[in-house]
């Protein structure tokens, strides 16, 4: 069965400081490949989405996602946060078009001063 | 939110009522999706529709029924609420792959 794995539950890390948000996926065959961001009270919003190709994609807000099939991952970075990135992140896989997604638990991130 | 739009936006019940969660759209999209989402549990799928007059069981789907007669609407119905239906609920939509999400419905059944 399909199952996505975000070790992370809470990171806190300093404004300005680079970002590793690690997702791992369980899959027979590459999925498609999703990031999501939650800001309180709010709903999802789309980061960014890998389906083929060029194994670094680029989404909103300056972050970016690079797919590793040896190690089933799909890590979030971003250079330099900001404090208005401090959410929740969920990385997502789907089999197919118009398929379920599958969520991780998500990964709260909270951005000190 | 991608023109989604959920309503209500809270709602507390008492356990054994009715109630249908609304989702309407107007970007024309075939999928239609509906999530719950309960703390550090990630979401979950409960229903979703290919199209107008025809729907599916997700991950989860006791305790909830769907319709979809339009391509606009997919309502969600909860026909007897327990308190494990306490959850936030995500409507969203779908095309190429890609999933818009509604800004979803907080539930409490007491």
């Known amino acids: 069965a399909q199952s996505v794995t975000q070790p992370d539950i809470h990171i806190t890390v300093s404004e300005g400081a680079s970002l590793e948000l690690r997702c791992n996926y369980s899959?027979?065959?590459?999925?498609?490949l999703f990031w999501y961001v939650q800001s309180p009270g709010q709903g999802l919003q789309l980061l960014l989405k890998?389906?083929?190709?060029?194994?670094l994609v680029q989404g909103i807000k300056g972050f970016e996602a690079e797919f590793k099939r040896s190690q089933s991952s799909f890590n979030l970075r971003k250079p330099s946060v900001h404090w208005s990135d401090a959410a929740e992140y969920f990385c997502?896989?789907?089999?197919?078009?118009?398929?379920?997604?599958?969520f991780g638990q998500g990964t709260e991130l909270s951005v000190k001063p | 939110n991608a023109g989604v739009t959920q309503t209500p936006k809270f709602r507390i019940l008492k356990i054994g009522q009715s109630m249908t969660l609304q989702c309407t759209q107007d970007?024309?999209?075939?999928?239609m999706y509906w999530y719950r989402q309960d703390p550090g549990m990630g979401l979950k799928l409960i229903y979703y529709?290919?199209?107008?007059?025809?729907?599916d069981k997700g991950e989860v789907p006791n305790g909830y029924n769907v319709s979809r007669s339009t391509t606009e609407d997919f309502p969600l119905r909860l026909e007897l609420a327990a308190p494990s239906q306490t959850s936030v609920y995500f409507c969203?939509?779908?095309?190429?792959?890609?999933?818009?999400f509604g800004p979803g419905t907080r539930l409490t059944v007491t």
């Open positions: 899959y027979g065959a590459t999925p498609y």
């Open positions: 970007m024309n999209h075939n999928y």
């Open positions: 529709s290919v199209g107008a007059g025809i729907t």
């Open positions: 969203a939509i779908g095309q190429n792959y890609e999933q818009y």
């Open positions: 997502a896989v789907q089999r197919n078009q118009g398929g379920k997604l599958i």
């Open positions: 890998y389906f083929s190709g060029d194994t």
